[in-house]
C-alpha cells in the first residue's frame, strides 16, 4: 500500500484545511485509517481514526469539535477536515493504514504516508 497525503499549506489562526491521503496499490476498504502529526521537536501524536465504514471515529482531545475524520472506499481516500486551526496544531501530518484492527497506537499502524505540513500563523 501507498499513500499519499496532501492539501497541506499556510493558513492563519482560525482557519481551515482539507487534507486528503489517497492509497493506491491494493484497496483499503477493510482497515482502519488514521491522521497522526508531528510538531517541530516533539514526538509524533495521534490525531483521529476512523473504522473502515466510516461508522466508528475518534479523535485526540485536542482537536475534538475541531477536526473531522472522513473517508470515501470508492475512491480509496481519507479526509482529514480541520476547522479553527490554532498555532500548536502546526506540524506534519501524516495518513497511516492498521491492517490489525481498531486501534490509536502508532506501532500498530503498518504503513504510512510521507507526511503534509500544515502550518497555522498566529
Known amino acids: 500500500v501507498q499513500l499519499q497525503a496532501s492539501g497541506g499549506g499556510l493558513v492563519q489562526a482560525g482557519g481551515s484545511l482539507r487534507l486528503s491521503c489517497v492509497a493506491s496499490?491494493?484497496?483499503?476498504?477493510?482497515?482502519?485509517m488514521g491522521w497522526f502529526r508531528q510538531a517541530p521537536g516533539k514526538e509524533r501524536e495521534f490525531v483521529a481514526a476512523?473504522?473502515?465504514?466510516?461508522?466508528?471515529?475518534t479523535y485526540a482531545d485536542s482537536v475534538k469539535g475541531r477536526f473531522t475524520i472522513s473517508r470515501d472506499n470508492a475512491k480509496n481516500t481519507v479526509y482529514l477536515r480541520m476547522n479553527s486551526l490554532r498555532p500548536e496544531d502546526t506540524a506534519v501530518y501524516y495518513c497511516?493504514?492498521?491492517?490489525?484492527?481498531?486501534?490509536?497506537?502508532?506501532?500498530?499502524?503498518?504503513?504510512w504516508g510521507q507526511g503534509t505540513l500544515v502550518t497555522v500563523s498566529s
Open positions: 496499490g491494493r484497496t483499503f476498504s477493510g482497515y482502519v
Open positions: 476512523i473504522n473502515w465504514r466510516g461508522s466508528t471515529t
Open positions: 497511516a493504514v492498521s491492517t490489525t484492527g481498531w486501534t490509536i497506537r502508532e506501532y500498530e499502524y503498518d504503513y
